[in-house]
């Protein structure tokens, strides 16, 4: 069974980064993507970004809108992929999901998603 | 700002159905992308109801079903249940914003 497990919620304040970590298991990681999305309170989903680390090369695709602030990572050896958000403002405060890029079709954000992980962006 | 557009909101009795547009234009939907659909409730992470524009997952109850037509797409639940009362969302690929997925604005389906 396919799992996906994030890390716990952050507080932050405004200017710092906070890091969100996202462990696979279940499937053999690099050969899927893995997306990033994001939800501000209330409000609908809105993709980040995307990671491959396929055949030992890694592939990002950020949305360019968050492009200049963030910086997504995969550890193989751990089954871990990482999402890096710089220079957070209050409008950074959202949940963060990620999600197996999908098996059957293309550019899916997800056939399999994490339980989320908060983040919080207060002065 | 999402790119793809859909009704706020939906209502149907237990049983009726009712269905969900997702709109969208020639860089996503009508460029050939395929469409995806998402289920939300309140809390939770979204799941994957509709991959490929009618492709069902494993488990998803043969009442929902997806379709695609030039640059719109959508999602009909028939023999609306209670517990199909969720947040729902299309989600595409568009080939103008640098290459980015892109989402719908988001539908709240009511049982009445």
């Known amino acids: 069974q396919v799992y996906l497990v994030q890390s716990g919620p952050e507080v932050k304040k405004p200017g710092a980064s906070v890091k969100v970590s996202c462990k696979a298991s279940?499937?053999?990681?690099?050969?899927?993507?893995l997306n990033w999305v994001r939800q501000a309170p209330g409000q609908g989903l809105e993709w980040m970004g995307w990671?491959?680390?396929?055949?030992?090369?890694?592939?990002?695709n950020y949305a360019q809108k968050v492009r200049d602030r963030v910086t997504m990572t995969t550890d193989t050896s751990t089954r871990t992929a990482y999402m890096e958000l710089r220079s957070l403002r209050s409008d950074d405060t959202a949940m963060y999901y990620c999600?197996?890029?999908?098996?059957?079709?293309?550019?899916?954000?997800?056939?399999?998603w994490g339980q989320g992980s908060l983040v919080i962006v207060s002065s | 700002q999402s790119v793809l557009t859909q009704p706020p909101s939906v209502s149907g009795a237990p049983g009726q159905r009712v269905t969900i547009s997702c709109t969208g234009s020639?860089?996503?939907?009508?460029?050939?992308?395929?469409v995806h659909w998402y289920q939300q409730f309140p809390g939770t992470a979204p799941k994957l109801l509709i991959y490929?524009?009618?492709n069902r997952p494993s488990g998803v109850p043969d009442r929902f079903s997806g379709s695609k037509s030039g640059t719109s797409a959508s999602l009909a639940i028939t023999g609306l249940q209670a517990e199909d009362e969720a947040d729902y969302y299309c989600?595409?690929?568009?080939?103008?914003?640098?290459?980015?997925?892109?989402f719908g604005t988001g539908t709240k389906v009511t049982v009445l």
């Open positions: 279940g499937y053999t990681f690099t050969n899927f993507g």
């Open positions: 020639s860089s996503n939907i009508g460029a050939g992308y395929d």
């Open positions: 999600a197996r890029s999908c098996s059957s079709t293309t550019y899916c954000s997800g056939d399999f």
């Open positions: 989600q595409s690929y568009d080939g103008s914003l640098s290459g980015s997925y892109v």
């Open positions: 990671i491959s680390a396929y055949n030992g090369y890694t592939s990002t």
């Open positions: 490929g524009n009618i």
